[in-house]
Nanobody, 113 residues
Framework: QVQLVESGGGLVQPGGSLRLSCIASRSIFSAVMSWYRQAPGLQREWVATITTNGITNYADFVKGRFTISRDNAKNTVYLQMDNLKPEDTAVYYC????????WGQGTQVTVSS
């Protein structure tokens, strides 16, 4: 079993930035790490993924604005979010994928003026 704890969410104005963190209870060295989000009334959607060798992929709606990164020594994955828009408002979840998939409990991001 793996525990994932997200942090860094909050209220930000449009155009602002936030940096989300996700700390795992064990090594993430051999795991694919991803971020997802879920807005009220909508299904959870994929945002970004970083592979074990650092290859990144992004959903089209965040390309050029969000950056996923990882620090294996700290068992942590990050999501740098820049130029935030009101439609980015959602609960953001971290996912660790190895032999099984594990989810964190999420962190709320609200983009509003």
């Amino acid at each position: 079993q793996v525990q994932l704890v997200e942090s860094g969410g909050g209220l930000v104005q449009p155009g602002g930035s936030l940096r989300l963190s996700c700390i795992a209870s064990r090594s993430i060295f051999s795991a694919v790490m991803s971020w997802y989000r879920q807005a009220p009334g909508l299904q959870r959607e994929w945002v970004a993924t970083i592979t074990t060798n650092g290859i990144t992929n992004y959903a089209d709606f965040v390309k050029g604005r969000f950056t996923i990164s990882r620090d294996n020594a700290k068992n942590t994955v990050y999501l740098q979010m820049d130029n935030l828009k009101p439609e980015d408002t959602a609960v953001y979840y971290c996912k660790l994928t190895s032999t099984s998939g594990y989810w964190g409990q999420g962190t709320q991001v609200t983009v509003s003026s």
